[in-house]
């Protein structure tokens, strides 16, 4: 797996509202990392917010400018919270692996529907007549493919989920 002293990155997937954000800056306080919320990047790279992106150019327009995003992405030593939808690129998801191990931060859909409320103002890539279960059971499948590891969040607040992370990538945790 992954030793907490070595400089691969650590590679949060999940639904949004599963607290790949959140998470990720905990983590990376934790263990001493940086970290890249890849959401970020993109809307830095497309000057707008990913909602303007699915609102005026579709949802294929987002999964373009993030793989794109997660291609150029070349760093180490680093906790990495992708966005819900980079799971849709075989190519980003092999490039991310190669250097990093991949955590899929599992929640239940009613949680995610309960964290997440208006869906429709996240900027979620998904088609547009694609309900949220439908969502949600496609890219279970695409998470669980990819991922190293898996951390079940229900139940667990942000801290415990961090916790539960550490636990499992890390054989001699730092303390």
Do not use: K, P, Q, T
């Given at each position: 797996m992954l030793s907490c002293s070595?400089?691969?990155?650590?590679v949060l997937i999940g639904m949004p509202g599963s607290g790949k954000s959140t998470v990720g800056v905990l983590l990376a306080k934790r263990l001493g990392l940086g970290f890249v919320d890849t959401d970020l990047l993109i809307q830095e790279a497309a000057g707008r917010t990913l909602q303007d992106i699915v609102d005026h150019d579709g949802f294929q327009a987002l999964r373009h400018i993030e793989e794109q995003v997660l291609l150029d992405l070349n760093v180490r030593h680093k906790v990495i919270s992708t966005g819900g939808s980079a799971v849709y690129s075989a190519r980003a998801m092999e490039h991310l692996k190669a250097s990093g191990v991949v955590v899929f931060?599992?929640?239940p859909l009613d949680l995610v529907i309960e964290r997440i409320?208006?869906?429709s103002m996240r900027g979620i890539s998904r088609h547009p007549d694609q309900s949220l279960e439908?969502?949600?059971?496609e890219r279970f499948t695409l998470y669980s493919r990819y991922a190293d590891f898996v951390v079940k969040g229900e139940g667990l607040n942000q801290d415990e989920v961090?916790?539960?992370v550490v636990k499992g990538l890390c054989p001699d945790p730092v303390r």
């Open positions: 070595d400089s691969r990155n650590i931060l599992d929640i409320g208006d869906h439908a969502l949600f059971e961090c916790e539960a």
